[in-house]
Nanobody
Framework: QVQLVESGGGLVQPGGSLRLSCAAS????????MNWYRQAPGKERELVAA????????NYADSVKGRFTISRDNAKNTVYLQMNTLKPEDTAVYYC???????????????WGKGTLVTVSS
């Protein structure tokens, strides 16, 4: 079965760091772009970081640019999010997303993890 399992969340003080991991299984990981989204209580889910299938290109939300780094290891079917200089406003549930663009046939596809909670507080 398809699975995306996030790990690495927890409580950290402002200015601290965490590394999130997302372990994928049940699909061809290297064919999917990988994204990290986050959702704070009462707010909409937002895209935090994205990485292309081979890791050749990345993109970030303005709010995390320069602090977060997305990477992937296709041999391990794992995508990471290194989060540095964390701020209280980074507090959210972080979700791993796998996306394959559809060109008509086959159709596009999206898979989602269940999320991991990151709390940034003193």
């Amino acid at each position: 079965q398809v699975q995306l399992v996030e790990s690495g969340g927890g409580l950290v003080q402002p200015g601290g760091s965490l590394r999130l991991s997302c372990a994928a299984s049940g699909f061809t990981f290297s064919m999917y772009a990988m994204n990290w989204y986050r959702q704070a209580p009462g707010k909409e889910r937002e895209l935090v970081a994205a990485i292309t299938t081979a890791g050749g290109s990345t993109n970030y939300a303005d709010s995390v640019k320069g602090r977060f780094t997305i990477s992937r290891d296709n041999a391990k079917n794992t995508v990471y999010l290194q989060m540095n200089t964390l701020k209280p406003e980074d507090t959210a549930v972080y979700y791993c997303n796998a996306h394959r663009t559809g060109w008509g046939n086959p159709p596009g596809m999206d898979y989602w993890g269940k999320g991991t909670l990151v709390t940034v507080s003193s």
